[in-house]
């Protein structure tokens, strides 16, 4: 659902396939320097506005750890640039030495080796600006940030973004992942509403990247962004939050779910419905959330209606719905998300969701798995509609496809292989049945890149827009400098 972000290491697409392996490797790596030379080089060759630390001290293991404990690598040293010159400085060193490296905004990552790496962490912390520009209705922000800050300095302003749904997220991978949000059907998705760039070429160039003045760099972004400008939306308060039921309602709660995904057609109601296994026990965690203080009468009765065991659900800013949303139950356990695409969600396919959440729940009670959701994210088709800008990210804007996001939480690394693949082989089997009850035409649906596994072929994620990201990539960082780091590859 709503925990995820696609890791900010690689801006988009980048090198060759990824490997099946739970951790990201070194081997091929064939730097003429070791790591740690690398660091001492970053470290006498950038200015006092950056740092380097070494492993061992609290800046280090702060900025190396991510949300998922998974996606956490121990690099030779962390580098936490404070201007884009020293990132510019940093991405040549790293270039010319080989030294694999990684990028991390938020730390929302659960790819491994995404937005880790053994080499040199650049963790984005500093650069944390926020200026609001309200004669132009937008929002410059930088690619350290997480949306709880850029909601907090806009929110007096009576104005939001289109950004992270839950608390804690980072700004950078959200966005050029694609961005679902709250404010979706409205406005489309995050990456629908960049007006601009600061980018930091393979090369170490810095430039500002639009539609306009580069629209090759705007579609495919090679490189490490540090900052983006968005457009602003008018905020009112907003009306919404959780409810969580027990297992018997839950055809209750199916019902309500497929006649609302198959019956609302107002842009400022979201329903996320999650199939949850936790601690033995299967139950559902519903979202309701509408963009106005008081939502219409009658939209979400039939979920109000349903018996609960929790409820917390009221007129709110959309910061204090946004930190409502319980993010940090798993925290620093380890974690794997996938998808499918899906156009409908009728009840043959939620009951599928159901026996997939229990089949695994009960199937991994061998394995330290603390936690199962399969989350339904109830979009409207037009969600894609509200954007021309072609971008790498959907390949095709004809139809929309709801992300389900199928979320697995354990404990131990030993258990990485079986959980992956438990992961994989439960979205396989939920496509079949999508495909079964009707919806051929998911067949060759793009899978939402901020919820893929990391193993997933790009050609999946990207479709007919694969030759021009291709293309793009060999102009641009011919030296393969941005394959130094994690993600999807080309």
């Known amino acids: 659902m709503i925990r995820a972000v696609l890791p900010f290491v690689t801006m988009a697409v980048l090198g060759s396939a990824i490997g ?10 064939h730097s003429r320097y070791s790591f740690k030379e690398t660091c001492q080089e970053i470290a006498v060759s950038t200015s006092s506005a950056s740092d380097v630390y070494d492993t061992g001290s609290l800046k280090y293991e702060e900025d190396i750890s991510h949300w998922a404990s998974s996606s956490t690598q121990v690099a030779a040293c ?23 490296f990684a990028i991390k905004g938020g ?9 880790s790496t053994e080499g040199v962490h650049i963790a984005m912390s500093r650069f944390s600006e926020i200026v609001y520009d309200s004669v132009a209705q937008t929002v410059t922000i930088g690619a350290g940030l997480i949306w709880d800050d850029v909601y907090a300095v ?80 008018p905020q009112t308060q907003v009306w919404g939050g959780l409810i969580t039921y027990t297992a018997d309602v839950l055809d209750q709660v199916n019902l309500a779910t497929t006649n609302f995904a198959v019956s609302s057609q107002d842009p400022k109601a979201v329903v996320v419905t999650g199939y949850v296994y936790l601690l033995g026990q299967l ?7 509408y963009d106005a203080p008081i939502p219409p009468v009658g939209i979400f009765d039939e ?9 917390d659900v009221h007129t709110r800013s959309y910061l204090s719905f946004v930190r409502s949303l319980p993010l940090n139950l798993t925290s620093e356990t380890r974690g794997v998300f996938h998808t499918i695409s899906a156009t409908q969600y009728p009840l043959s396919l939620l009951q599928a969701i159901i026996n997939e959440t229990r089949y695994w729940g009960d199937h991994l009670l061998l394995e330290p798995t603390i936690f199962i959701t399969y989350e339904v994210e109830i979009f409207l088709p037009t969600l894609l509609g509200h954007n021309t800008t072609p971008s ?84 641009v960082d011919p030296d393969n400098v941005m394959g130094l780091a994690g993600g999807f590859k080309l």
Not at 20 to 29: L, N, R, V
Not at 199 to 209: A, D, F, Q, S, Y
């Open 303 to 311: 979920f109000l209606a349903i018996p609960s065991l929790t409820q």
């Open 78 to 100: 962390s580098f936490e640039p404070g201007t884009v010159e020293d990132i510019s400085i940093a991405l040549q060193i790293i270039g010319r030495t080989q030294t694999p």
């Open 392 to 475: 790498a990210y959907p390949p095709s804007r004809s139809q929309g496809f709801m992300p389900l996001n199928i979320y697995y939480s354990w404990l131990l690394p030993d258990s990485d292989h079986a959980i992956q693949d438990a992961v994989r082989t439960s979205a396989r089997t939920l496509r079949g049945a999508a495909i079964d009850a009707g919806q051929t035409d998911i067949a060759n649906a793009a899978l939402y890149p901020n919820y893929a596994i990391f193993d997933t072929p790009p050609v999946d994620l990207y479709g007919a827009n694969l030759p021009r990201l291709q293309a793009i990539k060999a102009a």
């Open 154 to 233: 806009l929110e007096p302003h009576g104005m939001n973004v289109v950004g992270g749904r839950i608390s804690g997220v980072g700004v950078a991978g959200l966005t050029l992942g694609g961005g679902y949000s709250w404010l979706t059907n409205q406005y489309g998705l995050t990456i629908d509403t960049v007006q601009a760039f600061e980018l930091v070429m393979p090369n170490g160039t810095v430039i500002n990247v639009s539609q306009t003045s580069s629209p090759d760099l705007f579609f495919a972004l090679k490189g490490i962004v540090t900052k983006f400008t968005l457009k602003t939306f």
């Open 20 to 29: 099946s392996s739970s951790t990201w490797s070194t081997e091929g790596f």
């Open 107 to 115: 730390g929302h990552a659960t790819n491994p080796g995404f937005s």
């Open 283 to 289: 139950g559902v965690t519903e979202v309701l959330f």
